[in-house]
């Protein structure tokens, strides 16, 4: 496990957009772990249809707006933010690259982004936090965190988290079973020597349930603990730190985390990895902000690739973004710095369109931004 600074390496030639760090890792990345961090659930109609939902929307340029003075800054639980992108969790990282999520923890410290570190992490709490949090101007460090079966696995966890540093737990709720995810299926995914998930390596997986004729594994079995509004409920007993709620979709659910009062929300339908079918998170993001109706910050990920994007978000209502499988293909094409890489673009692409719109803050996107 890496301990010390990650490597330095350079950007390969021609980089110039997340979409040209995507079609480079598939060079990079073997089989196995292309299909684990690419793929989507069932036909990757969700998949797809994340990114598509984000193109489809225009922006509506203003011309002779004063822009001096402008920036990215936000304010997102009490903290003010050089801009509004995030690190999403995602598990396994040293699957792209030997120094996995520390690289990305010192990408993300360096470029003044948001981490999310996930539970199934492949480098430990700990030496990310030691990474995550020397650096000044970082953004926010929060873990994400899976209910276990067992809820003393869940406090030894959010301990380990509080212990750690962590300033927010991301709950994810959308995921009580994994989708049918057929590109993984396919490729016989399996986690290669030497990366695992590494906070769960001290927990004994639940003891199969006997099932009696006629029951389902599914139902009666792998869900018969399954996750519940009461699990939130008992969690925000058990920590100080600030909850939000990871795989929010639909409005209701929207409107019973609120009177729970979680402290935000992340509006995703899991990269397209779960529900196939499920709508795009950039379709749905207007009607969650409107049955929270302020109470709480609205995050957004699935599918941003350009810093239109970002602003497109922002101006929908969402007080930020989180990315995932861009900043892990620029993991695999060079380390840390092209984690670094993907965040810089993204931030400037975010500075040139707000430019554009005429937006010199963030504060002025709003819905008449988009056509």
Known sequence: ?????????????????????ARHAQTVLDANAWAYFSGGAGDEITLRANRSAWDTRQLYPRVLQPLAGGHTRIQLL?????????????????????????ASAYAAAALGAGMVLSTNSSVAIEIIASTALSESARGPFWFQLYLQN??????????????????????????PTEGARDRQRRAGFRLPPGVSAVHLADFQPAPALPLRPGQSAL???????????????WLQT????????????????????????????????????TLDTAPATAQVLPR???????????????????????????????????????????????GAVGVAHVLRLLRDELEIAMALCGCATLEQASPGLLV
Request: charged share 15%.
């Open 219 to 233: 139902f009666d079995g792998l869900l018969a603990h399954a996750p519940t509004w009461d699990d939130v409920a």
């Open 238 to 273: 058990q920590t100080r730190l600030p909850i939000l709620l990871k795989g929010i979709l639909h409005p209701a659910d929207a409107a019973q985390a609120a009177r729970l009062g979680v402290a935000g929300l992340v509006v995703s339908n899991h990269g397209g990895r």
């Open 1 to 21: 496990m890496p301990v010390n600074a990650p490597s330095v390496e350079k950007i390969p030639p021609g980089i110039v957009n997340l979409e040209d760090h």
């Open 150 to 175: 067992d809820r003393a696995h869940t406090l030894a966890l959010v301990q380990r988290a509080e212990q750690a540093g962590c300033e927010a737990l991301v709950l994810t709720v959308d995921g």
């Open 288 to 334: 969650i902000v409107e049955a929270v109706a302020g109470s709480m910050p609205v995050l957004v990920d699935g599918g941003i690739r350009r810093g239109t994007d970002v602003l497109k978000a922002i101006a929908l209502g969402a007080s930020a973004v989180l990315v995932g499988r861009p900043y892990v293909y620029g993991l695999a094409n060079a």
């Open 78 to 102: 009490g903290r003010t933010l050089a801009h509004p992108i995030l690190l999403a969790p995602v598990a396994f990282q040293r699957m792209a690259h030997p120094d996995g999520e520390l």
